[in-house]
């Protein structure tokens, strides 16, 4: 297996699960273990196409039972024999390996995944992944002779990462409180998307663009626009508190204590 | 012979629009935008678009990153805190 990785550095680890929820395409090649027709395998595929259940492989992080995924686009490139090289776009969580295992057993022949390429993982392509070699030498340019040109080229923002997110951005008054847990109220919001609905995963956003914390929608747009109220429960904290000044302290401590 | 499937588009893009509820602007004494980050601070707040190679697991690929840019005491909370972990690990084992 090899493609799109995203790795994240420091505070931008607490963003995981949007990297592993995020929709991915892969290139992969499959290998069948009897001979059939290109109308059989036509048949076959299209029984994976749209929502699926899938069942995690024997192998594998996550409790074994039958979770709904969705593949959005299957197409397959090129076919010699056995061969079946195929372009898939699914939701994050998608295992490909037991997706061939299982277009195998229905199509009743057998099959297995041969080799699998991430091509894109949310908004990153495989266009804009660096090889692990491109790190070490921009590091090695950085270390010794301080030219940090092309590391800073290689890593980017923990922002771009959470651009498919439903926003949220709020005001520099809120965002030390956000910082420290609190879940966030109407009053302390600039711009909201259209579109969020109850139980969405959103980020939390300053005015600057800094990702601020995710967290859980507790009502969709229109009850935010209707009624205010509390609007997100913060579950993940990005930025560091003490960034913005702490304007909900009433006894103003001195900032070393925050840390 | 080529197949071509589809369900719908790939969630590619963030949906809906933003729509502003307050005039505000951000005070330029506290933080930063994203894209002015410091490369020390985009160790702390950063990510790598990586193209892992065939061979090494992922962990594996992770683990070598954090090698070449010797951030593995960063990633876990400074040298501060690596000082402090080892005494407290101590504690630990010697309560158990």
Not at chain 1, 98 to 123: F, Y
Not at chain 1, 160 to 183: F, K, N, W
Request: include cysteine; aromatic fraction near 6%.
């Amino acid at each position: 297996m090899s493609g799109v990785l995203p790795v994240l550095l420091g505070r931008a680890t607490k963003v995981a699960g949007i990297v592993m929820r995020s929709p991915k395409e892969y290139i992969c090649l499959m290998k069948l273990h009897e001979e059939i027709t290109d109308e059989e395998l036509e048949w076959g595929l299209s029984h994976f196409i749209g929502e699926v259940y899938q069942t995690p492989p024997v192998r594998s992080s996550v409790a074994r039972r039958p979770r709904i995924r969705t593949i959005y686009e299957l197409e397959v490139i090129e076919r010699l024999g056995k061969d079946v090289l195929m372009r898939i776009a699914s939701s994050g969580g998608t295992y490909i390996r037991k997706l061939c295992h299982d277009m195998g057993i229905l199509l009743g022949i057998g099959a297995h995944m041969q080799e699998l390429r991430r091509t894109r993982s949310g908004i990153i392509t495989e266009k804009e992944a660096y090889p692990l070699i491109d790190v070490y030498w921009a590091s090695w340019l950085w270390r010794n002779d301080e030219d940090d040109r092309e590391l800073k080229k290689i890593i980017r923002p923990v922002e771009d990462i959470l651009a498919l997110l439903p926003r949220i951005e709020i005001l520099d008054t809120a965002v030390d409180a956000i910082c420290h847990g609190a879940s966030l109220a109407a009053p302390g919001i600039a711009k909201i998307n259209t579109q969020i609905k109850k139980g969405d995963v959103v980020g939390v956003f300053t005015l600057k663009g800094e990702a601020v914390a995710l967290g859980v929608a507790l009502k969709s747009t229109e009850e935010v626009l209707r009624e205010g109220g509390i609007v997100v429960k913060t579950e993940r904290v990005i930025m560091e508190r003490g960034t913005y000044p702490s304007v909900w302290r009433r006894v103003k401590r001195h900032k070393d204590t925050n840390k | 012979m080529t197949i071509y499937l589809k369900y719908s588009e790939p969630p590619w893009h963030r949906q809906g629009e933003p729509i502003v509820l307050r005039e505000a602007e951000s005070d330029p004494s506290y933080g930063e935008p994203p894209n002015s980050r410091s490369l020390e601070r985009l160790m702390k707040l950063g990510f790598i678009p990586l193209d892992k190679h065939i061979g090494p697991t992922s962990h594996d690929v992770t683990a070598q990153v954090r090698r070449i840019l010797g951030i593995d005491e960063v990633g876990h909370g400074g040298t501060l805190v690596t000082s402090g972990e080892i005494p407290l690990c101590q504690v630990f084992c010697q309560s158990s």
